[in-house]
């Protein structure tokens, strides 16, 4: 299973590679485990890949041994599967038409039955990534043969995927028809298209974001300018917008979805405040993804904003390390209580979301010991009840801490005086799209597409697997 | 010149070396340039060292090198001299008493003047960081002939220093007669006893807080217990605790100087709404120094506080870079601006202090470009005027904006609607030592020593050359 | 093109993996450019690979990085393609048959055909080396449901190659049907099967020879022991045993198509005084290559033995580096010649091969300018005319000094004083096998198949290529 | 103790950094465990060092960190100490006469007393390595006073020594009063002058060798040209030039002491065929040192000299690991029997020395492991069964074979047929200087000064040390 990751594309810059380094540098908040870029000048294909951070994988001698004024990358997030180098993206490969590389951000529900039957006909394959079988897909004569091939293949494709592919000539951008996940495009000064998840991504290198690639878009970029067209039929307009994005996955200074990430979660800190104030002498967030909702929390309720922690800016974020263990040690190298600030006060503690609850417990906990008279938490996201087929890397169902609690059996866990969450209805007044755009599954279990035998399904509605038999 | 640096100590538990890289990862704020253990078991001194951040240079290699129960540890912030590993610190002796590794946080004013005199009659060195100096006193013949030789060293130092030394069978800390810098004590749950520039590293490493070395105080850690004496003789109740440790250099979540850093700078933030109020929209904190100054502004003031910027968790500090090209990447790869929540906005933006103005002018000019509608700036610290000679890194004279602008001119110069600073005594007013405990010379000029002539007019005055003569 | 490599495979051993390293070191001469090792434990196959020599690639973590008792391992020599990670063998794979590891030593005339043809239905390929067209052939479905899927794949291919393939369960060892290259089966102490290229490998790790892989064998080992069966047809009692290993390629230590490399080079040396003598003070080889031929015929002739170089154990051997400003710096990093030695001496310079002749004209340049009084250069192979295309990485066709040059014209180009070849009888004479049984080729221009437009020939004449039509 | 170690120097070369490097390089085989440079161009010097090989420690990087057209280099063989970064030669230090670096090949008796007596008086020192205290000497006022300091240092050091100091305006070679170890001078077409401990390095950089340093020697060159001086006064006509650098430890190409060393091991093994001969089929070194001995006893016998191991390439000589387990593992993946060449035959075996006999016992055992009818073993050096105290890491005495067992006994644990070594005359009849200058003195206990009680003497006779008092 792929996870949430970043994408980076540019083409027609003369420092295409350097330029995606630093794109890819402002979007490491979306992935930290690998990072890779594949640039061209217009023939062969170059590729850089590593685990670790951005500045870890590419230093001065691998950013010099790629060259070009094409170029795609990417940061993984996470993956299900074992951490290697033959895993990272973007993948290259060369097939009939060439080479191609493939860069991937969401998750495929149906990927491991299309490998499962090319592989029955003969196919293989070399990483545990199931995104190696968009390019099978490609590559399939049939397609090739077609005008647009690559709307064929995406006909396949079934969940959450925005893709970078880079041929020697053009680079295209795609988006899912339901739109799970992010992708902007913009340019720069000289005329070089930019594509990334975020805008965060513009605002690193000085390029303009232009508009989001839409649903359902295929945008091919090339010496003959900037083309698009759509592919996977009407969906009646219903959409599957990652609310989660706008909750904690994006950063605050991106636009995602067409709006300010910041603005969002402040507004749900507001709402937060309407729907569940509380009495106490400080609002302080849980550092520092709650930053923003706690600011609304604070300035519509009227108590001072407050602080509660310190951190260190040395580590990375705990969400995102792939082990327990190491989870663990991200909470004890990043925060650190400032406990003289703590000691007596009534204290409300904004918090985005509430996952396993392990952290939260731990963060209060230190909280406690430091002296805190009393602690109100208030998290500005509903209880998250449901997996994710599409991305967002969850625990497994009976991890998550509301699904098996309820909310004052979670208030008691995590020891806290108070607890209240966000209501659905409250957080979809907060994000601009109407409700039926967005995917909020995890709160609400109402997926977007069946996901209960996905694959099955999917090969029995469209009829399209025939091919393989 | 050696500047502001990280001390941390441990005599008595097995897992000394780890707890160091612990406690060095938490003190890590105070110098990212190189560091360093030095590690015994009671016997030999085992020494690992290397330039970068704490856990760049101590991999499981390098740890698992050095072994022992007893070991100091050192974060270095800059060096003006050239920085190579033969400067990193702690450094490492031996001569007639054993071996010796020492590490120093401070600046000596005289110690060139020292090495000087100790090459005129024979001694080499082998860094070309002067705080080699302090062993070459120690080593002299006359002092180790005394009771209690270090005393006898420290009176030949003149400036700022503390100091760690540790010998096969014990731990030496000193802090200098006008206790420049802060250095704390504490100790673990087995008996060993811990000693950190702040408490930070004690929480990190779970140790508890007991009190901090005192200015003109050698506490001595060993088998025996701990031992303390007193060098430097009366001063008369004046000390010399530098006021920017608890403006900017030390950790919000630390005590320093007996009190919490983000106490100190809150209150700082609400002196500054009392002395310069200001009316706008929002109170922003130029990320993520200034936090604590503005809750306290926006509390006293009664306006929103809110959040004007994003930060990447993946680089350092700006201020410690070493050059100022380094300063620059640092800054484009650190903050980002919500444009949205900027726009058409009134900011009072908080700041907790402006040396050479041109990264605050950048951030500045960041937020006018987002379209924030007017701006006013406001300084939780006086004016810096007068070049540092103790520690901090601050530029030459003229390249502080303060030097040769008035604050009607800054303000020009920052491109802000209004801008005014925390008065002198309104600063003072928020520390709880009387004024006289502190140097504050980087606002004053009030030098706590005589620093026009350093090196000469102490070796006159004390009279104590004449070995070399 | 893939050029002359080193195999090595074990089944059966707990020190599989540290077994497979010493085996691969053992073989190092025989590819400098990149080495790995895929190994399993009967279950999920784990791969490590890199540039460089064995023991560069493989460090304490990257062995312990991959566990189990059945491996194989490869070295590479060169390739035409780009020196990348990505091309480093073992290769692995998965299909629906699971996954697979290859190793192949040789060079496949008809691999680009094949791909291209892959590619052509809708094939993707990861690595830019051919040898992957093998494991393409090996899924296809058709093959996977014979009973010997493998014998239908080997159908397909032409030209040079051992094979080693590693399942889950099964370790496998083929050699093509007219034995281009060495491949040797042993066992260890424990009953382990062992395969290496060579028998040095077998020294190496203490196990035991018991014979070759046959060409036109394949040997399947597994927890059923040790089976073998046929391929690939009657060749009329034609081989093609490279007699390039025995020249030059191989160590002398090895046996190799069942006889010892030393004891045939001694005897060509042997031949070559006996066709070519010289009246000289002493024989000398060129280092350290030629040794084996300079003993044989010094002891043939007569004349002391005697030594006009030393040698820098610190560096590789020149004919392998990859391009020629390599090979330049190796030639002058390799060898010093001892001056004194060689001062107003007739010299008997005994070469085991010449292939561009610039290296050897280096060495006897410096011969001369040491003062050599006469030098009479003897060649223990005959003048190579013709490329290779089943391995042997020779530069091409008219860089080779013997095809655009009679022996006058070289002798000249080498200023030597006297230059003899040994004929192709007397070399062939010196092996055990008859003539038949070797490929010649580089000397006679006979090639053992047919090489003019390899691959269409072959796909017309097997007509198996309609599959792909 | 300090081992015998290469020196290099040049001055005068633009390209002085690499052309260091490359001379190290040549002279790899005397020391294997650490090297490094420093440089100048007149001002600052700067310094490169490391452990490992010349071509482990100096990447492009390291040779670029480091410019200017003078430079001494130094590789280490070894130490008895720890082997740490800190006592990697050239060391470098400042002191009242400004910088000076300096690299030491031999080993100094007195050393340690000089040591601790500056101790006494209040010195520090931070490497472990006694070579330290020449610097020491050096920076003396007394002696800086003088109108050549150099000469009143080395009054003070006991012992064998080469030095080459490098201060920014003058590099120094220096050869001890005995001259137990080699020194040449030479120079480059553009009039650079260059030092090196054998004249291989001058070959490789394409230098002329134009003499030796002369025992008693100091040469200063400078802009102003090549000065020389003398020190130590009259030896009475008496030398200790070492013998063991012609029969083992130098490189056979070299110039040592004047002669070459390929020819007089060749005339040893000549000297020791008349001495010693045997019945036999073929004659076959113990590879690679005592090749030039056996040529010479080859062609003496008149039986042909054959071959029997073939050797690895890729990894270093044995002598110089320093564990013995380290020791052991170089055997194994250094040699290989020929067995083939080896069974049914009657070798005579050479070897140049035979030290600890256990790995000379290994290589035997392989022999008659692989079927040799008969072994006998000349040995081209006497029995070895003294300590040696100027350099040659010999183990300690009673771990030489020849302290405690007769050449019977020798031979019967080496397991051979029948064991000759040259004897004591024959061996001083192959070198050209006079028996009175060299030190044989690990053969004939005979040392060339007091080593029993070295230093207290020294301090005694001399009466040099009231500095101290």
Chains 1, 2, 3, 4 share one sequence.
Do not use: W
């Not at 000048?41 to 994988?57: A, D, I, K, M, P």
């Not at 991200?330 to 406990?339: F, G, H, P, S």
């Not at 994000?431 to 977007?448: D, H, I, L, R």
């Amino acid at each position: 299973m792929q996870h949430n990751c970043a994408l980076f594309g540019i083409f027609g810059h003369d420092d295409a590679v350097s330029l995606s380094h630093l794109g890819l540098y402002a979007l490491q908040h979306r992935g930290q485990e690998s990072a890779g870029i594949v640039s061209t000048s217009g023939e062969r294909l170059e590729r850089q890949v590593g685990l670790g951070l951005v500045n870890q994988v590419f230093n001065k001698r691998k950013l010099a041994a790629i060259r070009g004024t094409r170029a795609i990358g990417h940061c993984r997030y996470s993956t299900s599967g074992s951490c290697t180098d033959a895993n990272a993206q973007p993948l290259l490969f060369s097939f009939a038409g060439g080479q191609v590389a493939l860069a991937h951000n969401g998750n495929l529900i149906n990927a491991s039955l299309l490998r499962r039957k090319y592989e029955e006909v003969g196919h293989i394959f070399q990483s545990t990534s199931d995104t190696e079988v968009i390019i099978h897909l490609l590559a399939k004569p049939a397609h090739q043969q077609k005008k647009f091939p690559l709307n064929h293949v995406l006909n396949h494709l079934q969940g959450a995927y925005c893709l970078l592919l880079l041929f020697s000539d053009r680079m295209i951008a795609v988006r899912d028809p339901l739109g799970f996940r992010p992708l902007c495009l913009g340019h720069m000064d000289n005329g070089a298209v930019v594509v990334a998840s975020e805008t965060k991504a513009f605002d690193m290198i000085g390029a303009t974001y232009d508009r989001d690639v839409e649903p359902g878009e295929i945008v091919t970029i090339s010496d003959a300018g900037v083309e698009s067209r759509r592919f996977g039929g009407d969906m009646g307009g219903r959409g599957a917008a990652c609310i989660f994005e706008q909750i904690y996955f994006a950063d605050p200074s991106s636009l995602v979805f067409g709006e300010n990430v910041h603005l969002v979660r402040a507004k749900m800190g507001q709402q937060l405040a309407i729907e569940s104030p509380a009495e106490g002498d400080l609002v302080v967030p849980i550092p520092t993804c709650a930053t923003c909702a706690a600011t609304g929390y604070a300035k519509q309720i009227g108590i001072p904003y407050g602080r509660a922690f310190t951190t260190s800016h040395y580590a990375g974020r705990s969400f995102i390390m792939p082990t327990q263990s190491d989870r663990d040690i991200a909470v004890r190298m990043k925060l650190n209580v400032i406990k003289e600030a703590v000691k007596g006060q009534r204290l409300i503690v904004v918090e985005d979301s509430v996952v396993r609850g392990t952290t939260t417990r731990a963060k209060i906990g230190a909280l406690r010991k430091a002296g805190a008279k009393e602690i109100h938490l208030r998290v500005a996201s509903p209880p998250i009840r449901h997996p994710c087929y599409f991305g967002i890397d969850f625990p497994t169902q009976n991890e998550l801490i509301a699904n098996t609690r309820t909310v004052d059996e979670i208030r008691d866990f995590l020891e806290v005086d108070s607890l209240q969450y966000i209501s659905h209805e409250g957080m979809l007044s907060c994000v601009q799209m109407p409700p039926e755009k967005y995917c909020t599954a995890c709160f609400s279990g109402n997926y977007p597409m069946s996901v209960d035998e996905p694959v099955e399904k999917f090969a029995m509605e469209h009829g399209q697997m025939q091919m393989f038999t």
